[in-house]
């Protein structure tokens, strides 16, 4: 069974500086998907950025950028220029491709950014 | 676009006690999902649908019940209410499309106590 673990319950950062939130899981799939979410404190969960596991490319979305690490089975958030609004629960996520309807969060790291 | 909407935002129940939590989307997304956010725990699937008529479990399916019988709406039944059954439900829907590739758009989520 897959599983993903975040091994930062909190982190805080301050205003305009940059911050990595880690990620890794556990599958013997090969292809698959990794999803970061956003749950700010209005409680909407709001995508911040994919990644297909057989493109080798980090995937980017403005000042949020991922690191994955196949082999490695890591995925990990880098937000660059926090801003306030950035504060929030962030989840890791897993899909698998094949037949793959479940997706499998991480427990979440909470992230405080500091005026 | 309603996107996707949840109803009630809050309810207290005594345990014993039966009731249906509401979720419906307007995106003519075929796959919908029933979720439960628990503290240091993330997201974790209830049930899922694939499509009209077609539901099945996810990783904590005990003590709730789900129906598909249109696109638009996938309630989730507690048949007998259990204190262990507080949490916050989240109701999810995407587009299935071949590489399962996709975004999760989620309701505002209710919160359920079970006193």
């Known amino acids: 069974a897959q599983t993903v673990t975040q091994s930062q319950p909190e982190m805080s950062v301050q205003e305009a500086e940059t911050v990595t939130l880690s990620c890794t899981y556990d599958?013997?799939?090969?292809?698959?998907?990794l999803f970061w979410y956003k749950q700010p404190p209005s409680r909407q969960m709001i995508l911040v950025i994919r990644?297909?596991?057989?493109?080798?490319q980090n995937a980017t979305e403005n000042r949020f950028s991922v690191n994955f690490q196949k082999a490695a089975k890591s995925f990990s958030l880098k937000i660059s220029d926090s801003q306030l609004g950035d504060t929030a629960m962030y989840f890791c996520?897993?899909?698998?491709?094949?037949?793959?309807?479940?997706?499998?969060f991480g427990a979440g790291t909470r992230l405080f950014v500091k005026a | 676009n309603a996107g996707v909407t949840q109803t009630p935002k809050f309810q207290v129940l005594k345990t014993g006690q039966s009731m249906t939590l509401q979720c419906a989307q307007d995106m003519n997304h075929e796959y919908m999902s029933w979720y439960r956010q628990d503290p240091g725990m993330g997201l974790r699937l209830i049930h899922y649908?694939?499509?009209?008529?077609?539901?099945d479990q996810g990783e904590v399916p005990n003590g709730y019940n789900v129906s598909r019988s249109t696109t638009e709406d996938f309630p989730l039944r507690l048949l007998s209410a259990a204190p262990s059954q507080t949490s916050v439900y989240f109701c999810?829907?995407?587009?299935?499309?071949?590489?399962?590739?996709?975004?999760?758009?989620f309701g505002p989520g209710t919160r359920l106590t079970v006193l």
């Open positions: 999810a829907s995407s587009y299935i499309l071949e590489s399962s590739y996709n975004e999760q758009f």
């Open positions: 599958t013997s799939e090969n292809n698959y998907y």
């Open positions: 990644q297909e596991a057989y493109k080798q």
């Open positions: 996520a897993f899909l698998r491709n094949t037949g793959g309807f479940k997706t499998i």
């Open positions: 649908s694939v499509g009209a008529g077609i539901t």
